[in-house]
């Protein structure tokens, strides 16, 4: 931490031939008495900031290579829900992005702004709209005036959201940035049904930007 400023879990348990169960749970200790603070993916130093922003969250790649078996579960189990005939809103980030494996042999409707849905889009029997805008590399999703003009035009049965942190003590949830979260609040306004996915290692997490009280 004190070399790079920020560490990923997964990486300190490679180097440490330790599980990443051991590492977050000395994290959690670590961050009760002032070492550092927890972010998703891993921890940074106490004093470079309180909270996690679009500066120091971690890139796509990275987060991409966390947690599969727990996103894939996590998918698996919400992709359930939906029915033939339903039209869903699938957010970008990795946790979503698995989600579309368990649902794109159904008779759906599927929009989203995640390249990292439409790059596993192989002989699709749902219906695929990509919305298009400003794409940000980091996030591997579009954004702007566009994207959020385009969202607003679409009625949902069912939005999947994702977060960068979650206060289970305060009731919120939180986005590293402001540009991401406009996406998802609109399709949360024109959606029946809304679910936010996270993993534990989002827990107590907070971010630059309230998403939802």
Not at 136 to 154: N, S
Request: glycine content about 8%; hydrophobic content about 40%; overall charge positive.
């Amino acid at each position: 931490l004190n070399e790079k400023g920020i560490i990923h879990v997964k990486n300190i348990a490679a180097q440490l031939s330790i599980s990443e169960t051991t590492i977050r749970r000395d994290l959690i200790e670590m961050e009760k008495i002032g070492l550092c603070k927890r972010v998703h993916g891993g921890a940074m130093k106490k004093g470079d900031s309180s909270i996690l922003s679009d500066q120091n969250e971690l890139t796509m790649i990275q987060k991409g290579a966390l947690y599969n078996d727990e996103k894939n579960r996590i998918t698996q189990k919400a992709a359930k829900l939906v029915e033939d005939g339903d039209c869903v809103f699938l957010d970008g980030g990795t946790t979503i992005a698995p989600m579309i494996k368990y649902l794109i042999h159904k008779k759906i409707k599927i929009v989203t702004h995640s390249d990292l849905i439409v790059r596993q889009i192989e002989n699709a029997v749902a219906e695929i709209f990509v919305i298009g805008g400003k794409y940000l590399p980091k996030y591997a999703m579009t954004i702007g005036p566009i994207a959020y003009d385009t969202t607003r035009q679409f009625n949902f049965d069912y939005c999947f959201i994702g977060c960068a942190g979650v206060s289970i003590e305060d009731g919120i949830s939180f986005t590293a940035e402001m540009e991401t979260r406009s996406i998802k609040e609109i399709a949360m306004k024109n959606s029946l049904k809304r679910y936010l996915l996270i993993d534990n290692n989002k827990l107590e997490v907070r971010g630059f930007a309230k998403l939802v009280n």
